[in-house]
């Protein structure tokens, strides 16, 4: 009789936690955006204006965010704002990318009527300092009159950009290792110029997550420096630091 009484006891307990869960979700309009999904895709998203064409001044990534309390018949604005990274390089609103506050973008920070979701613009500047540097922009969603915040872990996105040629993230010590081999500007422009690809950090990760175009690509780029260095018998390929070049 004890173990049943214990038994129903924390079945009513869990009940009322995930009753109590929900709750704050269904007082008031709340948004947040999408599930943090595994390697943080959408979550911290990486770019340089170096991959596209000189007169590019500006470009814009996007980002998906839910609202949560049901539809409305009436379009809803949304506010965000910038959260500084402490012993960060900082993204400057105005310099690096378009302030959230903007007018020009008031209309597009919006959940549309009769909508619960909605494509978030951040536009990214092509100031002349990213030459030289990789700044971060760090946001989050801002209560305001129309919505309040959503759950805390999902209520932040994170943009890092530079218009300089930089190693991708996932170009990591087991990628050095096993695939690419040692990371070097000469390497990686090479490889961007003998294939037509960005290597970057999206085509990157594509790549791990297929191992046989991985493996395409490992004996292409074998090839290909082999087709240059037979083409220039007394310069084979050196990186910046006089290296010999090569792939595992």
């Given at each position: ?36 999904n ?58 690096h ?105 999206e ?17 292409k ?17 050196r ?10």
């Open positions: 009789m004890k173990s049943i009484a214990l038994y129903t006891l924390l079945g009513l307990s869990l009940a009322a936690c995930k009753k109590d869960h929900t709750y704050p979700f269904q007082d008031v309009a709340r948004l947040q955006f999408g599930l943090n595994e390697g943080l895709q959408d979550t911290v998203k990486y770019y340089s204006f170096y991959y596209g064409s000189d007169d590019r001044e500006a470009d814009t990534i996007w980002f998906n965010i839910y609202a949560m309390g049901g539809i409305t018949s009436e379009d809803r604005p949304y506010s965000l704002e910038q959260e500084m990274i402490v012993g960060e390089d900082n993204a400057v609103a105005g310099v990318y378009k302030s959230f506050s903007d007018p020009s973008l008031k209309d597009m920070y919006v959940i549309k009527a009769n909508e619960v979701s909605a494509a978030v613009p951040v536009v990214l500047l092509r100031d002349p300092s990213l030459k030289q540097q990789y700044v971060k922009l760090k946001f989050r969603i801002k209560g305001d009159a129309v919505f309040q915040p959503g759950e805390t872990r999902f209520l932040w996105r994170r943009l890092e950009f530079t218009d300089k040629l930089s190693r991708p993230q996932v170009w990591d010590a087991y990628a050095e290792k096993y695939y690419w081999g040692k990371y070097s500007n000469v390497k990686h422009t090479f490889m961007i110029r003998q294939t037509g690809k960005l290597w970057d950090q085509f990157m990760s594509e790549l791990n997550r297929n191992v046989s175009k991985t493996l395409f690509w490992m004996d780029l074998k090839q290909l420096l082999i087709d240059y260095n037979t083409a220039h018998p007394s310069e084979p390929l990186d910046e630091n006089n290296n010999l070049v090569t792939f595992p």
